[in-house]
């Protein structure tokens, strides 16, 4: 079936870098956008950014740009999102999604979600 | 940026009861691209609507959305002990995606 599996938790030090993994299974990965996204521990949802498995382009919210990296490995089938210069802000349940199909014209909501990686940055 | 405002923060009901959440947007969401989720504790979310008004595959039909432009409302037609948990709404018209700030459904 359709799935999205991520990397398992990670505690980091301030300062430290993560990097998290997601691989897709059950349809073509390079048929549809990744997205990622973040929720705080009892916050809300945060989108962080996409990526086009096709072609590796990547669009970042404004907030992260700078300090996110998302690749991809289509030999895999696996995206990657790597967050530098943790601070304890940075704590929180990170999550992959499909979305879009590529060379759509419609957009599409989040059907298809990872079952999330918990990062915890404390010294 | 869209903003999501959603209301009320906290919905407090018995089961059997009948749940209408909002979702305001802050500028028009054409073609209704407004979803709504549903999170249990520990779990990732659940797509309930997307387009506004379709129901995502297995979603039982006790879930409807509707509304347009920047009005937008869930509703639960009889909660079940397995609703209380928390919903949020998200734009997907226009970049970055947004979500509201969540509506918890508990038991009264």
């Known amino acids: 079936q359709v799935q999205l599996v991520q990397s398992g938790a990670e505690v980091k030090k301030p300062g430290a870098s993560v990097k998290v993994s997601c691989k897709a299974s059950g349809y073509t990965f390079t048929g549809y956008f990744v997205h990622w996204l973040r929720q705080a521990p009892g916050q809300g949802l945060e989108w962080m950014a996409w990526i086009n498995p096709s072609r590796g382009a990547t669009n970042y919210a404004q907030k992260f740009q700078g300090r996110v990296t998302m690749t991809r490995d289509t030999s895999i089938t696996t995206a990657y999102m790597e967050l530098n210069s943790l601070t304890s802000d940075d704590t929180a349940v990170y999550y992959c999604?499909?979305?879009?199909?590529?060379?759509?014209?419609?957009?599409?909501?989040?059907?298809?979600w990872g079952q999330g990686t918990r990062v915890t940055v404390s010294s | 940026e869209i903003v999501l405002t959603q209301s009320p923060g906290t919905l407090s009901l018995s089961p059997g009861e009948r749940a209408t959440l909002s979702c305001r947007a802050s500028?028009?969401?054409?073609?209704?691209?407004l979803a709504w989720y549903q999170q249990k504790p520990g779990q990732a979310p659940r797509l309930l609507i997307y387009?506004?008004?379709s129901r995502a595959t297995g979603v039982p039909d006790r879930f409807s959305g509707s509304g347009s432009g920047t009005d937008f409302t869930l509703t639960i037609s009889r909660l079940e002990p397995e609703d209380f948990v928390v919903y949020y709404c998200q734009q997907y018209d226009g970049s970055p995606r947004t979500f509201g700030g969540g509506t918890k459904v508990e038991i009264k």
């Open positions: 387009g506004a008004s």
């Open positions: 999604a499909r979305g879009s199909e590529v060379g759509a014209t419609a957009k599409a909501a989040f059907e298809i």
């Open positions: 500028q028009s969401v054409s073609s209704s691209q």
